[in-house]
T-cell receptor, first 114, second 116 residues
Framework: DAGVTQSPTHLIKTRGQQVTLRCSPISGHKSVSWYQQVLGQGPQFIFQYYEKEERGRGNFPDRFSARQFPNYSSELNVNALLLGDSALYLC?????????????FGPGTRLTVT | AQKITQTQPGMFVQEKEAVTLDCTYDTSDPSYGLFWYKQPSSGEMIFLIYQGSYDQQNATEGRYSLNFQKARKSANLVISASQLGDSAMYFCAMREFGAGGFKTIFGAGTRLFVKA
């Protein structure tokens, strides 16, 4: 079975631009979470979506938004990019939204903002 | 408030020896889970082991075991018989199930170096 997939693998953007990152969960998983990992730090929670609804949000500005599609894939959008948005963005999928420890991460998208 | 602390930025271990990576946590939720992940230089987070707050026994998965001391709020990872491939970043993480269980917080990580 395929694991969590993310695209693109890498991308470079300029300050002020907008970016969309994509995630496809493991087949049968209905929950997707997004994390931002700045170099040298642990991942920080951005969003969780379950059954196409936002179930949780971390301490990130409104420039960050996400959505989940009927096939449970997800997109993370970041507007008005800042240099500080440069990071590895990780997507994780889970079978359900809560009460489970299972969480499988994708390979990440490395975003560089210049 | 949720908090995970990993006080060892870097650790060295000789190949085939055991190593303990420290993790302390803070939560007021009686129902929570503790995790350890491995992150090689490729960037992917690899799940290693899980311990639930109500689990009576320490979790074990192959060469990994979790030394869970609930009263001290510690969840140290023990890797036995270290291998060169164990060199990576290791993250301790926690999820509070009473708060909806949707958010996992991570510590700052410990970089493990295995010497031949």
């Amino acid at each position: 079975d395929a694991g969590v997939t993310q695209s693109p693998t890498h991308l470079i953007k300029t300050r002020g631009q907008q970016v969309t990152l994509r995630c496809s969960p493991i087949s049968g998983h209905k929950s997707v979470s997004w994390y931002q990992q700045v170099l040298g730090q642990g991942p920080q929670f951005i969003f969780q979506y379950y059954e196409k609804e936002e179930r949780g949000r971390g301490n990130f500005p409104d420039r960050f938004s996400a959505r989940q599609f009927p096939n449970y894939s997800s997109e993370l959008n970041v507007n008005a990019l800042l240099l500080g948005d440069s990071a590895l963005y990780l997507c994780a999928s889970s079978p359900t939204g809560t009460g489970t420890y299972e969480q499988y991460f994708g390979p990440g998208t490395r975003l560089t903002v210049t | 408030a949720q908090k995970i602390t990993q006080t060892q930025p870097g650790m060295f271990v000789q190949e085939k020896e055991a190593v303990t990576l420290d993790c302390t946590y803070d939560t007021s939720d009686p129902s929570y889970g503790l995790f350890w992940y491995k992150q090689p230089s490729s960037g992917e987070m690899i799940f290693l082991i899980y311990q639930g707050s109500y689990d009576q026994q320490n979790a074990t998965e192959g060469r990994y075991s979790l030394n869970f001391q609930k009263a001290r709020k510690s969840a140290n990872l023990v890797i036995s018989a270290s291998q060169l491939g164990d060199s990576a970043m290791y993250f301790c993480a926690m999820r509070e199930f009473g708060a909806g269980g949707f958010k996992t917080i991570f510590g700052a990580g410990t970089r493990l170096f295995v010497k031949a």
